[in-house]
């Protein structure tokens, strides 16, 4: 029978063929599950996230307990204020402590209610409330 580990040079070529299947298995997993929004959504999502980074909310506000510290994490503050966009957008409008009025459009509020809408859907702002896979993502599935 052959030994397949009997030379360094057998050794490699396993571990080649390993790497291959791995590979071609890995770029086989969809990165995304299907999306709720359409094509046209997803670009209004982008859309809200410019606006997001126009105003650079991202200096006082985490998402995915990313960004500054000055105020809360907003990752989930859609559903935290009861899918209520009229408290969003009074926020926004006329500030809140430290926090300033915007002077934002109405075209940039939807669209930036609408990406606050899907981070919201996307996960949670605690990472560690998520169950780690073997391949270093994470489920969506909580803990
Ligand atoms: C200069 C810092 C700063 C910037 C910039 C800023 N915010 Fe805020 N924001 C705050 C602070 C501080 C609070 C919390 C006030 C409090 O304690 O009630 C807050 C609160 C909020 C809340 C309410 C949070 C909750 O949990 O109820 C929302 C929504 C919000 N901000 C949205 C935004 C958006 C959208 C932008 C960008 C257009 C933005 N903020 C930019 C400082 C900022």
Redesign the pocket.
Known sequence: MLNLFAHPKHIFFVLFVCFIAFSVWIYTIPLFSPSQYSEKELHLVAEGRLV?QK???H???QLYGLG?Y???D?TN?YS??GNNEHY?RG??KSG?????A?E?SEDEMKV?LLFLKNVDQSGTSNPQDYQPEILGTFSLEKK
């Open positions: 997001w105003y650079n909310c200096t006082c506000h500054g000055l105020g809360p907003l503050v935290r204020s969003i926020i926004v809140v402590k430290q926090m300033p915007f934002i930036l």
